[in-house]
């Protein structure tokens, strides 16, 4: 049986013929290769996991009361902040992995496969969608066992999740570029976290910017993070639709039109 020898340039060579058939199949075949490498390290699902189970037992119980006079009181607020703060934390991991990757010399590997050259990148996004919906589910399951019954009901709950989740895959283009500049994983990590506490934090997650200083609401109402949670909240508790997740979606499809370029561009220079 004869074997098939490809040589780097007759690689380059099919990499540079690849049909968008061929990228579709190659970037879904990596991000099936995502898959199976949480499937052997299952820790790599603990933020998707314990998160927002710490988090909702938490913030529940200690501002519950303080805030809302009692938990049920607060779970319609704090459910849909908990669920946008989340899975927004959890696109960094896609910055920091990717890095990590390159680091190890796993995508100078890819070079030498008759492979789309945008496949690896592309997958990796692509198996992070389901770390958004790990997170999206388990949100909504431990405010349910808690007591929140979102009155917008089933339908518009899960309008809600599809909204977050096509929010944090936008933002995680961000962090795929940090990914792919940056010199180290820890260094992704580090300007990726700076930027998102204080947009999470100094939004409308947990409580109403109202009794913030007028400085703070100023930055709160033009926070897109405000306006992300705003959306779910009007989902799943009222059933409507508004403006807000129009907002949403502008800011999503504006990100991607934005950071998509510049990543693929920096990533093909090392590809």
Avoid at 47 to 70: C, E, K, R, W
Avoid at 108 to 113: A, E, N, T, V
Avoid at 192 to 213: C, E, G, H, K, R
């Amino acid at each position: 049986m004869s074997s098939l020898t490809i040589t780097p340039g007759a690689s380059r060579t099919l990499k540079n013929h690849v049909s968008i058939g061929q990228t579709v199949q190659n970037s879904f075949s990596m991000a099936w290769r995502g898959l199976l490498k949480i499937r052997r390290t299952p820790e790599q699902l603990i933020d998707v996991t314990l998160q927002p189970i710490i988090f909702t037992l938490m913030f529940s119980y200690i501002f519950g009361g303080a805030i809302a006079g009692s938990v049920a009181d607060y779970l319609p607020t704090l459910i849909p902040g908990i669920l946008v703060q989340t899975v927004i934390t959890t696109s960094v991991v896609t910055g920091v992995q990717l890095r990590e990757d390159m680091d190890k010399g796993v995508f100078d590997r890819f070079k030498s496969l008759p492979i789309a050259r945008i496949a690896p990148l592309a997958g990796a996004l692509l198996a992070d969608t389901v770390r958004y919906a790990i997170a999206t589910t388990l949100t909504f399951v431990m405010g349910f066992v808690l007591g929140y019954r979102p009155e917008g009901g089933l339908g518009n709950v899960v309008v809600a999740a599809l909204l977050v989740i096509v929010s944090s895959w936008a933002i995680s283009w961000i962090f795929a570029f940090f990914g792919v500049i940056a010199r180290s994983a820890s260094s992704v990590q580090g300007i990726s976290f700076l930027v998102l506490f204080p947009l999470t934090f100094l939004s409308n997650a947990f409580v109403s910017p109202d009794t913030m200083p007028p400085f703070l609401q100023w930055f709160v109402n033009i926070n897109p993070v405000s306006h992300l949670v705003t959306a779910v909240r009007d989902l799943a508790n009222n059933g409507m639709w508004t403006s807000d997740a129009w907002l949403s979606l502008l800011g999503a499809a504006v990100i991607v039109a934005i950071f998509a370029p510049l990543t693929v561009r920096a990533y093909m220079k090392k590809a």
